[in-house]
Structure formats: C-alpha cells, structure tokens
C-alpha cells in the first residue's frame, strides 16, 4: 500500500500537498492566524465578561449612566459595536495582507495548469 503523500503527480495535474506545504501557503496560513485567534480570543473574553457581569453583577449593571440609559445597555450596545469593528477590521487585513498572497498561489497554480 502506498501513502498518497509520497505518490508521483500524474502529468498535468498540480500536486495540491506540495503546494499546501510550499513557504507561501505557509506564510498565508501563518499571517491569518497571527491575526484570527489572538482577536477571537480578546472578543470572547470580551463577551463572557458581558455576560458574567449580567448574571453575577446586577447591580453594577443597572447603574445608571445618565438618564435611562445604564451600564449594562451601554457594554450590550458594545457587543454591537466590536462586532462590526472587527469585521471591519478583518475585511481590511485579508484586503491588504491575505489577498495578495493567495492570489499570487492562485495565479502560479493557474499558470501550472495552463503548462500542462
């Protein structure tokens, strides 16, 4: 039996594991994630205080910050807020830092295929 790792790539077809392990594919993996999970972690912490602080802080979250308006409306209209930021944020980064490298994997993939 033999592992398909190791297998010859028949003509004319792109060996899409080499690719996987080339230094761009690398790199792209390693540039969003460097950006992915240290922020999904900070907005997850960010929404568990939010909600440990609506169930085990009550009545820090009913303080009226003027009017009608407390605390607790105003970290809830946060949640809102970071959300959209950071999906803006996101947007922005794979515009800027993701695209132009899978699109140059893209294009020599392609220029591979057409080779063939």
């Not at 909600?51 to 085990?56: C, D, K």
């Not at 409306?73 to 999906?87: C, H, K, M, R």
């Not at 922005?92 to 392609?110: C, G, K, M, V």
Request: no cysteine; net charge negative.
């Amino acid at each position: 039996m033999t592992d398909s790792t190791t297998d010859t790539v028949p003509p004319g077809d792109i060996d899409y594991i080499a690719e996987e392990r080339s230094p761009r594919f690398v790199e792209l993996k390693r540039t969003h994630r460097s950006f992915v999970f240290p922020l999904s972690i900070a907005f997850l912490v960010w929404y568990f205080a939010y909600v440990l602080l609506s169930s085990f802080a009550p009545e820090f979250m009913a303080q009226r910050a003027w009017g009608y308006i407390t605390v607790g409306l105003l970290l809830g209209l946060g949640q809102f807020v970071t959300t959209f930021a950071i999906t803006m944020w996101y947007v922005w980064y794979a515009n800027h830092r993701l695209d132009p490298i899978s699109t140059e994997i893209r294009e020599d993939l392609e220029r591979q295929e057409a080779q063939a």
